[in-house]
C-alpha cells in the first residue's frame, strides 16, 4: 500500500519519529525528529507532538519499542510509558497500526540499509544458511535473532539482555557483586547498557577505594575517548571485553554462525574505542567451542536511524 507510514523507534530515554514511504525503489525515511521521553506524559503525547511539525497525515504506523511484546502492548523496561495500540490508532487516525520489539525492527530493516550503514568489527567469513544475531547496548540491551527459512527471513524478538551476567574474571566477579547489593540479579543488562557503562564505572571506584565522580554514560565515554580519565577508560574497555564475551556465547546459544550485527545507542559513541579494543580475541575465547565461532563475522550498524526503516518494512512485511 502507498503513502506515508509513521514510524517510530521509542527507548527508555528517547522517542524518535519519522515518516517513511515505502515502493519499488524500497525504504526511504524523512523528516526524523527525537524527543525525549520524559518530556511527555505519554508515547501518544509524544506522537501528537511529532505529527504536528509535519505536513503529513499518516493512515499507517509502526511503532518498535524497547520492551517485550506482550498481549498487543509493551510495558517498557526502562520508561515509565506504556504502549498500546488502542491508545495510539485510533486518537491518532491510523487505519493499520502495528507494534514491534525494537530490536525486531532493528533486524528486520538490515536488508534496507546500504553498505555504507556497516563497519567491519571482526572479519569472518558467514555460514550460509545460518542465523544472524542482531544485539546491542542503549538504555538496556537489546537481542533478535534472523532465522533463515525456506520462504524467507523470520525474526525474532528475544530477551536476551535479561539473562543473567556470566562473570569470568577476579575483576568481572568484583563489578558483578558490587552491582549485586543494589540489584540482587545481575543480568546482562545491568553491565551492558548506559546505566551498565554507569554501574561498571562506579563499581571499578569502589574496588579501587576511589572518590568516585558522578558520571553519565556519555561522559564516562569521552571521558575515556580522550584519556583524561583513567577510570573511564578502564571501565570502557572492560564493558568492551565483556560485550565481546556475551556476543560469542549468543553464538554459541543461537546457533548465529551466519553473523552477527551490533546495534543500539552506546556503541557508536565509542567507536573507535571498540575498534582497537580486546573485543574480537574475547568473541572467540570459548574453550573447546573456539573453533564454532572463530569464522564468524561481526560488524557494527553506524547509520542513524536504522529502527525506523525496519519498523517500515514490519509493517510491509505483515502477513
Known amino acids: 500500500m502507498a503513502g506515508p507510514v509513521l514510524v517510530a523507534d521509542i527507548g527508555g530515554t528517547n522517542a524518535r519519529f519519522a515518516i517513511a514511504e515505502t515502493g519499488q525503489g524500497g525504504i526511504a525515511v524523512r523528516d526524523a525528529r527525537a524527543f525525549r521521553a520524559e518530556d511527555f506524559k505519554t508515547v501518544r503525547d509524544a506522537a ?3 505529527l ?6 499518516p493512515a499507517r504506523g509502526c511503532f518498535a519499542a524497547a520492551g517485550p511484546l506482550i ?11 506504556t ?8 486518537p491518532l487516525g491510523l487505519s493499520e497500526f502495528l507494534i514491534v520489539n525494537d530490536f525486531y525492527a532493528l533486524a528486520a530493516g538490515l536488508a534496507h540499509l546500504g553498505d555504507d550503514a556497516f563497519v567491519t568489527v571482526k572479519e569472518g567469513r558467514a555460514v550460509a544458511g545460518a542465523p544472524q544475531l542482531v544485539i546491542g547496548p542503549g538504555t538496556g540491551f537489546g537481542q533478535a535473532l534472523i532465522a533463515p527459512t525456506k520462504t524467507g527471513r523470520k525474526v525474532i524478538a528475544t530477551e536476551g539482555g535479561h539473562v543473567a551476567f556470566a562473570a569470568q574474571t577476579d575483576e568481572e566477579i568484583a563489578v558483578r557483586n558490587f552491582i549485586a547489593w543494589e540489584h540482587p540479579r545481575v543480568t546482562v543488562e545491568r553491565v551492558l547498557s548506559g546505566p551498565g557503562l554507569v554501574n561498571i564505572y562506579r563499581a571499578l571506584s569502589a574496588i579501587a577505594d576511589a572518590p568516585g565522580t558522578d558520571l553519565d554514560a556519555g561522559a564516562i565515554t569521552a571521558a575515556a575517548a580522550s584519556g583524561a580519565d583513567p ?7 572492560l564493558f568492551c571485553d565483556i560485550l565481546g564475551r556475551v556476543a560469542g556465547d549468543g553464538v554459541l546459544a543461537t546457533g548465529a554462525r551466519g553473523g552477527v550485527v551490533l546495534g543500539g545507542g552506546v556503541l557508536p559513541k565509542m567507536r573507535n574505542i571498540l575498534m582497537a579494543s580486546a573485543f574480537a580475541e574475547r568473541f572467540v575465547e570459548k574453550g573447546r567451542m573456539t573453533a564454532y565461532v572463530r569464522a564468524v563475522p561481526v560488524t557494527m ?14 509493517l510491509e512485511e505483515r502477513p
Open 52 to 57: 504536528a511539525s509535519v505536513s503529513d497525515r
Open 48 to 50: 501528537a507532538a511529532y
Open 71 to 81: 498481549d498487543g502492548a509493551v510495558d517498557f523496561t526502562n520508561s515509565p510509558w
Open 83 to 90: 504502549l498500546r495500540a488502542d491508545d495510539i490508532a485510533d
Open 231 to 237: 577510570l573511564a577508560v578502564k571501565t570502557v574497555a
Open 301 to 314: 550498524i553506524v547509520k542513524g536511524g536504522a529502527a525506523l526503516y525496519g519498523a517500515a518494512a514490519a
